[in-house]
């Protein structure tokens, strides 16, 4: 008698958690690697756990607070014993909170948060100032063992220098105390004083032309330092 090709749900069961497990592997390995810098998971009663837990949408990964599409926007490293946030720390550039107290940190940090336009809660060590200083923030807040800096200002609008740009550019910001000018459009150049668009084309090939003289003279050079020895 030919066996039936049904199987029953209990059978099933091993193979969907396997397709399961398969499926949540390149999740696993697309996590930031700053998300995995410093061991272990988010303390639950965290600022970054409790901030990720009031949208229901978002979830805790490594040491971060990651958005459905993989965004940072959160980040705890706390108590990692870090000099300095490390090379990957840019990668967290999108978070709204950071949480870098507990840590024994070193140099300077004016251009660590280059970028970090999104960041509203920094919480940092006793010994660390706030980037940008107090006037990048709303409020600077100092407890015990840490501070928080909390409420990015946009410097743009408090500079009250209507020359921090030139005439054919606009401020724009780039992280706590840092701002940027970026030309109109159809401008470009020093102070944005070059009117219509960039040639490419003339770029590159000044570039190409120049390499190409560069290299055919130190070819001579070799050459004639060949016939000379």
Aim: charged share 15%; with cysteine.
């Amino acid at each position: 008698m030919a066996r039936s090709g049904f199987r029953s749900p209990s059978s099933l069961v091993p193979r969907a958690a396997a397709l399961l497990l398969v499926l949540s592997v390149p999740r696993a390995l697309a996590l930031p690697e700053i998300c995995i810098q410093c061991p272990g998971d988010v303390q639950n009663l965290s600022e970054v756990a409790l901030y990720c837990k009031q949208t229901p949408e978002l979830m805790l990964q490594g040491r971060c607070c990651l958005n459905g599409k993989g965004t940072i926007l959160g980040l705890d490293l706390q108590n990692c014993s870090l000099k300095d946030p490390g090379p990957d720390f840019a990668q967290a550039h999108t978070a709204v909170i950071i949480d870098l107290q507990a840590n024994p940190f070193e140099g300077d940090w004016a251009n660590t948060f280059r970028g970090f336009t999104q960041l509203q809660t920094l919480i940092l060590p006793q010994s660390v100032t706030c980037p940008g200083g107090i006037n990048a923030w709303d409020v600077v807040t100092f407890y015990i063992t840490n501070q928080t800096c909390q409420g990015q200002r946009n410097l743009c609008n408090s500079t009250g220098d209507p020359e921090t740009c030139p005439e054919n550019g606009s401020c724009v910001p780039d992280g706590p105390g840092l701002l940027q000018c970026v030309c109109a459009d159809g401008f470009h150049g020093y102070k944005c004083m070059r009117q219509g668009s960039f040639s490419l084309l003339m770029f590159f090939g000044i570039l190409g032309s120049t390499t190409l003289s560069i290299s055919i003279l130190l070819w001579g050079t070799q050459r004639r330092k060949a016939k000379a020895s």
